[in-house]
């Protein structure tokens, strides 16, 4: 059982990298640029708001990206198969903070299990689009381990400075 629960953590590696870049780029970059534009959606409410950055999503996919590129040296992981997951985790981020927005949670705010759940959902979709299904064991390791390990490295987050919230 450890042996499936590693290989499905290197194969997710990526997109955690990913997901988990945008908050070091926020603290090193002076200035960011909104995803969203400022823009408003029909509800009056901001699309996105200003925690989803151009800067973090380039970063989080490159982030994403090279880990793969650094696991595939030693044959656990594609440069293609983590440019998608890492794709797939951030625009899963972006559709949980859209929800988020509709639902009136304010940035910073949680949404516990779309917290925790939204860019692991996205990375696997989009990981499905292009290259089918993932082991359902696999797959049942990271919805179960995944929000346990979100919480614990945000809270390291935390406590390091990079976030606000340890949530």
């Known amino acids: 059982m450890l042996d499936s629960v590693i290989k499905a953590l290197i194969f997710i590696l990526p997109a955690y990298v990913a997901n988990g870049t945008p908050v070091v780029v926020a603290k090193l970059l002076p200035v960011k640029h909104p995803l969203d534009g400022g823009k408003y959606f029909i509800d009056q409410r901001r699309v996105l708001g200003n925690g989803k950055t ?49 639902l009136g949670i304010k940035r910073g705010d949680p949404a516990p299990l779309l917290d925790q759940l939204d860019f692991l959902l996205g990375a696997l979709a989009l990981y499905y689009v292009f290259y089918g299904p993932i082991d359902p064991l696999q797959a049942t390791i990271l919805i179960v381990v995944t929000p346990v390990l979100h919480l614990a490295t945000n809270s390291a987050a935390y406590v390091l400075g990079l976030k606000d919230k340890p949530w």
């Open 54 to 102: 151009l800067e973090g999503f380039l970063g989080g996919t490159l982030a994403g990206t090279l880990t793969a590129y650094v696991l595939e040296y030693w044959h656990m992981h594609t440069l293609e198969e983590g440019l998608i997951l890492s794709l797939g985790a951030l625009l899963g981020d972006l559709a949980g903070s859209f929800i988020k927005r509709r």
